[in-house]
């Protein structure tokens, strides 16, 4: 039987690429995308549902799937301040999740950060960590994290600090070798392609999937 997906944030980076893979499945025959804004895609199998992820809870009947999405992000710069960044990155991502748990989804996948934990110094990291940490006490039958290092891709608004990044890492990615692999850049396509194949898996419990092992997964594929 295909089965429902459910989306969270693609507009973003990772989630605009992510919706056209879960369109293109045949493992899916509905795709819900929620968000704030409608994306500029028409297809067949594609709901959107526009809706204020404050009052959630008032909408727990349209996010009923088996594989949920949540590709929910942003920085402390975007958000403006550090109770902002947190009600995205923490209270969105944890909200979603009890509902699609209550609405008995299978499977979460989440876009979390190299890094996360809630032990971090980094306000970032820990808030990350933090949101798994709520999310894991979630009862889905599969839950995957996924962390990646620093993004490349195709951003809808300029980040001049990511941006500078990424030109680093970008020379310094093949001296990052052994432990350090993990620090390179992940391509924002590596990662939503990495989500779609942890959902055909069909794995259970907890996965945490980091940087280096997804960059490693997409060139042995090639």
Same mark, same amino acid.
């Given at each position: 039987?295909?089965?429902? *997906?459910?989306?969270?944030?693609?507009?973003?980076?990772?989630?605009?690429?992510?919706?056209?893979?879960?369109?293109?499945?045949?493992?899916?025959?509905?795709?819900?995308?929620?968000?704030?804004? @409608?994306? /500029?895609?028409? +297809?067949?199998?594609?709901?959107?549902?526009?809706? =204020?992820?404050?009052?959630? %809870?008032? +909408?727990?009947?349209?996010?009923?799937? =088996?594989?949920?999405?949540?590709?929910?992000? $942003?920085?402390? &710069?975007?958000?403006?301040? &550090?109770?902002?960044?947190?009600?995205? =990155?923490?209270?969105?991502?944890?909200?979603?999740? #009890?509902?699609?748990?209550?609405?008995?989804?299978?499977?979460?996948?989440?876009?979390?950060?190299?890094?996360?934990? @809630?032990?971090?110094?980094?306000?970032?990291?820990?808030?990350?960590? %933090?949101?798994?940490? #709520?999310?894991?006490?979630?009862?889905?039958? *599969?839950? +995957?994290?996924?962390?990646?290092?620093?993004?490349?891709?195709?951003? #809808?608004?300029?980040? $001049?600090?990511?941006?500078?990044?990424?030109?680093?890492?970008?020379?310094?990615? /093949?001296?990052?070798?052994?432990?350090? &692999?993990?620090?390179?850049? $992940?391509?924002?396509?590596?990662?939503?392609?990495?989500?779609?194949?942890?959902?055909?898996?069909?794995?259970?419990?907890?996965?945490?999937?980091?940087?280096?092992?997804?960059?490693?997964?997409? #060139?042995? &594929?090639?």
């Amino acid at each position: 039987m295909q089965k429902t *997906a459910l989306i969270a944030g693609a507009s973003g980076l990772i989630g605009s690429l992510l919706l056209p893979l879960l369109l293109a499945s045949e493992r899916y025959s509905r795709v819900i995308s929620v968000g704030r804004r @409608p994306v /500029p895609l028409v +297809h067949p199998k594609l709901e959107q549902r526009i809706l =204020d992820f404050d009052q959630l %809870e008032e +909408h727990r009947l349209q996010l009923i799937a =088996d594989d949920v999405f949540c590709c929910l992000g $942003t920085t402390l &710069r975007q958000a403006g301040s &550090r109770d902002a960044f947190y009600r995205v =990155d923490y209270l969105y991502v944890v909200k979603l999740a #009890a509902l699609a748990a209550a609405n008995f989804a299978a499977q979460l996948l989440v876009v979390s950060a190299l890094g996360a934990s @809630p032990a971090s110094r980094f306000y970032y990291s820990r808030v990350k960590g %933090e949101m798994e940490a #709520a999310v894991r006490q979630t009862p889905f039958r *599969a839950i +995957h994290f996924f962390r990646p290092s620093l993004l490349l891709g195709p951003r #809808a608004e300029k980040r $001049t600090g990511e941006q500078l990044g990424a030109v680093v890492l970008r020379v310094l990615g /093949p001296a990052l070798v052994g432990p350090l &692999r993990k620090y390179r850049a $992940t391509e924002a396509a590596t990662v939503a392609q990495a989500m779609l194949r942890a959902a055909h898996a069909e794995a259970r419990g907890v996965q945490v999937h980091l940087s280096d092992a997804l960059t490693a997964t997409r #060139a042995a &594929r090639r």
